[in-house]
């Protein structure tokens, strides 16, 4: 029995957004002095060379990343690595503050390993997070920004928003993320229409001279046909990876009362369809383009399943609140027995290793 599976039954009495406030000042604290870093990195850290990944030019240590949402404000970046993820995405950022829906706006569906959010966009704003990481410093792992727009802005407005939020930030990032697939903003124009789309991503490769590489977040509930569109128009303008999934809107299949919620469906549940997703875009682009599999990741298994379907990369939100601090070391090490019973020498030799 892990340390946490005897704290979680206490801390999830607590409302589940109180529970991640607290969470996350633990780890703000944890990762504020030097010896509390390096005991979370010698407790937490696992590291082998086969885990590591080269892409978007850079080397991640592992491929088991934070999902974005979590350090919406990059307060605990570096206390996230030290926990032994391999990276981690911040954001989604807006060019302003925002306080996002009301409360209650987080629920745990214990039964169904999974959670409902409807935050709605709340954050600091690009200005507070990008002094953050000044003084912070990046974490020294890959670091991915999540770019999203205003809840009140008109459909230019967005294409402004996302590149105020690009050229602020992107000096910090590894890779950007064009987030256009939140289920639980306001929908005041359609987000997913290849027009739109086509204007912020013409805006953003304009603005960028440094060329970060930048990739769209895409959600699990169209059909395939639209999703095959959208990553067609990925290709268009030859970014350079999709990251699949968000959250869904589905409620099928689950136990918990709390299913009756609405805002965006994580964990557990998503898992099947968040994968055949990651799949169906592999099959599609013959495997080339690089993608960045999430939703109902928390073991070893279910992070190999996305990465035989074609995710060179995964991340976590939910499983990371089910399973605890030591959730990353423990896929990881599982994902090092895997490849070696399957003859794979390292995770880049199993990406896609179930495709046709
Ligand atoms: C509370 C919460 C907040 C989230 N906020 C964001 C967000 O700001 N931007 C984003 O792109 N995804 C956000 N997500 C979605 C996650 O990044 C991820 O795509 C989704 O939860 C599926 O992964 P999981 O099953 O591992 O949680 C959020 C998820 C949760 C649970």
């Given at each position: 029995m892990t340390l946490y599976s005897r704290i979680r039954p206490l801390a999830f009495t607590l409302p589940a957004e109180t529970a991640h406030d607290l969470g996350k000042r633990t780890l703000r604290v944890a990762q504020s002095t030097w010896p509390t870093r390096t005991a979370l990195s010698s407790g937490y850290q696992y590291e082998h060379p086969a885990l590591e990944v080269d892409l978007f030019d850079t080397t991640f240590p592992n491929p088991v990343g934070v999902a974005a949402g979590f350090d919406k404000n990059a307060e605990v970046t570096h206390a996230l690595c030290a926990l032994g993820f391999g990276f981690v995405e911040i954001g989604t950022v807006t060019p302003y503050p925002q306080s996002g829906?009301?409360?209650?706006r987080l629920f745990r569906l214990l039964e169904d390993e999974a959670m409902v959010n409807?935050?709605?966009?709340?954050g600091q704003g690009m200005e507070r997070v990008k002094a953050r990481l000044e003084v912070d410093?990046?974490?020294g792992f890959p670091l991915g920004v999540n770019v999203g727009k205003m809840n009140s802005s008109s459909e230019e407005e967005a294409i402004e928003d996302y590149r105020r939020v690009f050229d602020r930030l992107s000096p910090f990032a590894d890779y950007v993320v064009v987030n256009?697939?939140?289920?639980?903003?306001?929908?005041?124009?359609?987000?997913?229409s290849p027009d739109h789309l086509r204007a912020i991503f013409e805006t953003l490769e304009a603005e960028n001279d440094a060329d970060v590489p930048i990739l769209v977040k895409i959600g699990p509930d169209e059909p395939d046909d639209s999703i095959l569109d959208l990553v067609d128009i990925v290709r268009e303008f030859d970014l350079d990876g999709v990251v699949a999934t968000n959250t869904s809107t589905s409620r099928e299949d689950l136990e918990s009362p709390?299913?009756?919620?609405w805002g965006g469906l994580s964990g557990k549940p998503v898992e099947r369809r968040s994968t055949e997703v990651v799949r169906t875009i592999a099959e599609h682009t013959d495997g080339e383009l690089p993608i960045v599999g999430v939703g109902g990741v928390d073991s070893p298994v279910s992070a190999y399943r996305k990465i035989r379907a074609g995710a060179s990369l995964v991340q976590l939100y939910t499983g990371f609140v089910y399973e605890g601090p030591s959730t990353a070391k423990r896929i990881n090490k599982g994902l090092v027995a895997l490849l070696e019973r399957d003859g794979f020498g390292s995770i880049q030799e199993a990406v896609g290793a179930d495709l046709e």
């Open positions: 829906n009301d409360r209650p409807r935050m709605g966009f709340n410093g990046t974490p256009v697939s939140c289920p639980n903003t306001p929908e005041e124009f359609d987000e997913g709390n299913r009756k919620e």
